[in-house]
């Protein structure tokens, strides 16, 4: 998950979510969305992906095109009562995506269900302030990404190293972002850099 963000569902959160994944992706780097049928995504990713070209007959003017790398595609669910009938796919901005299905985000909500106690049903630890909730879904995501190993990203090892035949990985060690499995000491000791 490269962003998120906490709030009412309105149009400035669909915003929010793109933009941010925006910015720490690159403008035109290739990037995928995969939502549901909430049509704020569909204007947010419009908004925020586009390029400027240089016009032909005059030079001094710009044209603003669409960003080609960048795809949009919806699975909206249709149900009859509580029983889900069919899975409508639209590919509502560019090609549709391989796996339009958000397996791997439904599966992050059941990990952070269990890890959080203010997202299970039925609880006293609640997270009433906006603050607390950003400061607990945050670390639950850094831990999730940075400190636990996961089964499907194991690669195995060329020869066993202390009883071990594969090289447990993170998502952020299989992206490239770490060379190791990180520990709350090393998260909690690393220096802030705050920005201007």
Known sequence: MVAWASGPRDETLAERIVMATRDRTGRSAPITYITDGWEAYETAVKRAYWEREVYAANPNWMIL??????????????RKGRRLTRVEVRATIGEPAELPYAVHLER??????????????????????????????????????????????????????DGRRYERRTPAMALGLSDHLWTWEEFLRLPVRRQP
Not at 112 to 138: E, I, N, P, Q, Y
């Open 65 to 78: 095109t669409p960003t080609d790398t960048v795809r949009l595609t919806q699975a909206v669910k249709h």
């Open 108 to 161: 992050l909500n059941g990990t952070l269900r269990d890890r959080l106690g203010c997202l299970t049903r039925k609880t006293h630890a609640f997270a009433k302030d906006v603050a607390t909730w950003d400061a607990l879904f945050s670390l639950a995501l850094f831990a999730h990404n940075w400190l636990r190993p996961h089964v499907a990203l194991r690669r195995a090892l060329a020869e066993p190293l």
